[in-house]
């Protein structure tokens, strides 16, 4: 199984989201964190399920989605994921994973 490893970055897209989503509806923020943390568990099994955004020297950076949320992750090796951010489907993901 994989290791996920959460960077600075993708936490603070996690806070910011829950801080945008409870803004409006209180009782959905917790709910949508906790799918997209889940929905990135799935990793651990199936590293490679997410589509492939791009070959850095460091690995493979893929996208995951949940809802109208992209996740994007460093895949390493098969055992070794960073999850660099969450991002809503309007954002333009160039602008953020340069």
Known sequence: MAEIRWTEEAHRWLYDIFEYIA???PDADQKVVSGIYEKAQVLRRFPEIGHKYRTETDGDIRILLY???RIA???RSSSSI???GVFH???DIDRYLP
């Open 23 to 25: 803004a409006d509806n």
């Open 73 to 75: 992750y460093l895949l």
């Open 82 to 84: 960073d999850i660099l």
């Open 89 to 91: 489907g309007a954002l």
């Open 67 to 69: 809802g109208h949320y």
